[in-house]
Nanobody
């Protein structure tokens, strides 16, 4: 069973920094894309940043120049370095892994997408 475990959220003042981590585990052979989404209260979940297994990245316009996504394929881990945080960055941040090839005990090799449980980021003075 594939699991994504996030860490690194918390509270920070405007202009501060946080680093989120997300480690995927559970019989994984490979992962196509890993990324981060966020959902603020009363809003839909939105893309923050993604990175393919080859290193191609995509960022939301609102975070370009402030956030940096990185990935350790050997560890099936993705990171999000968030600098110059703003109050509007406050949200629950979710890790996503897409195109995951993993070994299922009953079905053999399967391909799927998975979400982490979410980690809260709160930016306020």
């Amino acid at each position: 069973q594939v699991q994504l475990v996030e860490s690194g959220g918390g509270s920070v003042q405007p202009g501060g920094s946080l680093r989120l981590s997300c480690a995927a585990s559970g019989g994984i052979r490979s992962i196509n894309a890993m990324g981060w989404y966020r959902q603020a209260p009363g809003k839909q979940r939105e893309l923050v940043a993604t990175m393919s297994s080859f290193g191609a990245t995509d960022y939301a316009d609102s975070v370009k120049g402030r956030f940096t996504i990185s990935r350790d394929n050997a560890k099936n881990t993705v990171y999000l370095q968030m600098n110059s945080l703003k109050p509007e960055d406050t949200a629950v941040y979710y890790c996503n892994a897409a195109g995951v090839i993993s070994r299922d005990s009953s079905r053999g090799w399967i391909t799927g997408g998975y979400w982490g449980q979410g980690t809260q980021v709160f930016v306020s003075s």
